[in-house]
């Protein structure tokens, strides 16, 4: 697909889901939001960005229901900082799954109070 | 993958590694200098509760303790699909916070500052950290919450894993703290200021509220305008919470305040033009439409609409 029809697609879905771009409350009223941008943002953007990252935790297992409600809690900048980096982001698991060198090497730093990796290591000091 | 171990290389590794952990990490050489008068020696939370984590679930886990601590009926199991991302073994920090407001909770970053962090247990909030237990080419990220600290001593008391109780020194905490960038965050209820509130940080912090609760950013403006009166993003937002909860006598007297409060705020001007004019106040509501129209900036157009749409009612 060349980078015309690209942009074509995505307009079109735009075009399509767009009906349901975020709006304020009421015509009238300038949002929160709104007020909190620092440059008036640019709200296609704003929404094709979350349709990436719904897509993106989509594809790391989170099912379609609760996919929508999960981005929804974020706000704008919080999902363009995610946009196309997730698999780059720090995400807090655990413990397992180290491998035996690394294992040895890290007892040995958390002795040293450098890491702390184990629960049951006491670091000298 | 195999690897070949060459025993001088690692002694001299050790050896370089023993020379490091010689010296005090920054934060702590700051604190033992100089911590504030108002930093107790030493707390500990001891009734936050503790949920032991499941396989790769601390982030779950570690919400749990700070949320069921603040009142909220919630259990590690019901937030893991709320933070949980199966392809990544792990809790995203985005997402953490995102949750937390899905509770009606104000989820507060907080400075990357140890003494902040200390200055919060203290004040007896647990704080949710993002830490990375080993070293940045091989990261293993891990959350657990803070709940106590002893300075004499230069320990601070974690509910980690599967640890009720874990104490560690100062000095390794701030450095496994500081390769997950000093990543912090309170989760509290929205009447309540976190202790080291930054105004501009805080006020954000309930208008990411708002996308979720009117009702909690309500509570979260009323208790920062308490603090800093004078915040127009926070009198505003408190007009918008309470538009949004069909409150428009309440909203006119935020937006009412805010033009008395920032005379030169046309969003202000605006909002109090669309409530005046739902309120069927429609004189009051032209003439502030007007004043917003006269005072421009970036959202104009709106301001036009809003004066037209006035206009044009009998």
Redesign the interface.
């Known amino acids: 697909m060349n980078a015309f029809n690209r942009a074509v697609a995505r307009l079109l879905v735009v075009c399509t889901i767009g009906l349901g771009l975020p709006m304020p409350a009421s015509a009238g009223i300038v949002t929160t939001d709104q007020i909190h941008a620092s440059a008036e943002r640019d709200r296609v953007r704003d929404f094709m960005a979350r349709e990436d990252v719904r897509a993106q935790m989509q594809s790391y297992g989170v099912d379609t229901d609760t996919v929508r409600e999960r981005v929804a809690a974020m706000t704008d900048e919080e999902v363009g900082e995610l946009a196309n980096r997730i698999d780059q982001m720090p995400a807090g698991g655990d413990v397992l799954g180290v491998i035996f060198l690394v294992f040895i090497i890290l007892l040995v730093t958390d002795i040293l109070g450098l890491t702390k990796v184990f629960p049951f290591t006491r670091s000298v000091r | 993958m195999r ?1 070949r ?1 060459r025993t001088p290389a690692i002694a001299g590794v ?1 050896f370089l ?2 020379l ?2 010689g010296c005090t990490t920054p934060q702590v050489s700051a604190l033992r200098a100089n911590a504030p008068a108002t930093l107790p020696p030493q707390i500990e939370l001891a009734t936050v509760p503790f949920f032991p ?1 499941e ?5 779950p886990a ?1 919400l749990a303790t700070a949320l069921v601590y603040g009142g909220v009926a919630t259990s590690p199991a019901a937030l893991v ?2 933070v949980y ?15 937390t ?2 509770h009606d909770r104000l989820a507060y970053r907080l400075a990357p500052s140890l003494e902040d962090l200390l200055l919060e247990v203290a004040a007896g909030n647990p704080v949710i950290v ?6 940045a080419f ?6 657990a919450v803070v709940i106590g600290y002893d300075r004499e001593r230069e320990e601070i008391i974690l509910r ?4 009720r109780r ?1 104490v ?2 100062l ?3 701030e ?2 703290w500081a390769r ?1 960038a000093h990543w912090a965050m309170v989760a509290l209820p929205p009447r309540q200021l976190p202790e080291t509130a930054i105004e501009a940080n805080y006020v ?1 912090a309930a ?2 509220l ?3 609760s009117a009702a909690g ?1 309500r509570q979260a403006y009323a208790a920062a305008l308490e603090k800093w009166p004078a915040n ?2 926070a009198r ?2 408190a007009g ?2 309470a ?2 909860l069909k409150d428009l006598a309440a909203a006119a007297i935020s937006y009412h305040q805010a033009t008395l409060d920032h005379p030169l705020a046309g ?1 202000a001007w ?2 109090l ?3 005046q ?1 739902e309120l069927g106040h429609r004189n009051e509501a032209m003439l502030a439409a007007q004043r917003a129209v006269a005072l421009g900036g ?2 104009i157009a ?1 301001y036009r ?2 004066l037209k ?1 006035i206009a044009a009612s009998p």
């Open positions: 690897c171990i050790l590694i023993v490091l952990t984590q396989e790769y679930q601390c982030g570690a699909p709320q991302l199966p392809g990544r073994e792990g809790s995203l920090q985005t997402e953490m916070l995102a949750a407001r899905r993002l830490q990375n237990l080993s070293f091989a990261p293993v990220w891990h959350y980690s894993g599967t640890t874990l560690m020194t000095s390794t905490f450095r496994i997950a954000a208008a990411a708002e996308r979720v950013a127009l993003a505003i937002g918008n919470a538009y949004a969003d605006n909002n033009a669309q409530v004019f970036p959202r709106d609409d809003t749409a």
